[in-house]
């Protein structure tokens, strides 16, 4: 009976946030298969197929068992958001199908299953923000908000990739890809720049920071992603031929923007890690590398399921970098990727061991 209540209870309040774990996991993959390490690549791959199908099957169970729950959490702002990780996912999961199998077919299944994810969710979102207050929308606006961005770009990443995959040669089918490129980058504008009021013009303190504000780097890292993917393989129809000149400066421009808040996101994750629940000397292996916190000590283990929120956009800047190189030309920009890359990759492993202690735990 206690087993029954324990898994009734997980399945009841599943959120697709968890789908973040397949997000990381995805994007590290597809980095590391670009930097040419395969067996690395391929093993988080393998991962991916227990991760994704696992929590398909808990989202599956609460819309069949818990609907009203579900419903009730769609109709909350804060939380409608977060379904958009579920989108993220799907999306990542079908790009390492063409990636590694060219499973296409099963990845435009995917496409499909997160293009219906992001209506459903956009018209929830929508709803919620058409009868927000202005003082409301103010203090909602954080780094998950960012996922309005990522999933709908992410779309236009897994379809350009498709196009790619299948051969097709329709200009208007990138264009339509590139317009929820466009869309995405749309988004960001406004919604970067209420979060920058938030954190910079707005009393914000080190107790408020939390893994989420790396999408404002993360959704950045996916248009450099996507947009780089556009210029390589986007046919466009005759006359158009200046578009793809236009897209990628627009592409270096968004990289400049996220890379510019790199230095911010590490000086906050330094000063939370090190301050949080720590009263006495700090240990010198916390000075060293705070992010060994995730996943050791007994007193000071931090994670928790938002983690994941930090290792996505560490993944995705890698292959954002890896990609804009090619489109570019820009031949130091892979130095850069080979660096950040391990320290995504050290990241990610702290983050699933501290998943599997809080596992164990319960």
Known sequence: MMWHSVISNGIKHFHP??????????????????MGFSAIARALFTLNLVFYPLLCAF????????????????KVFRRALLFLTFVVGTNTIGMQLVLFHQAVSLAICLWFVALTGWCVCGYFILSSFIVMREKSLRETISGPTLLIVVSTVSISLLGVNLLSALGITDGFAYLIAGGFWLLGFAAYVPIITLLICRLFFRRFEWMDWDAPYWISMGAAAILTLAGSELVMRMHLPPGWAGLREIVLWMTV???????LWIPYLLFMDTRKLTRKGISAPMPLWITICPWLRLAFGKDYHVYDPAAWSRVFPMGMY?????????????????QIAQYWGWFALLVWLLTVIGMLRSVIAQ
């Open 17 to 34: 946030v968890y789908f973040a774990l397949v997000m990381a996991t995805g994007i590290v993959s597809i980095a590391f298969e670009a």
């Open 59 to 74: 989202l599956l169970a609460r819309i069949l068992f818990f609907l009203p729950n579900l419903m009730a959490d769609l």
């Open 253 to 259: 421009l968004v990289w400049m923007i996220g890379t």
């Open 318 to 334: 890698t292959a954002a970098l890896l990609a804009l190189t090619n489109a570019s030309g820009y031949g130091f920009l892979a």
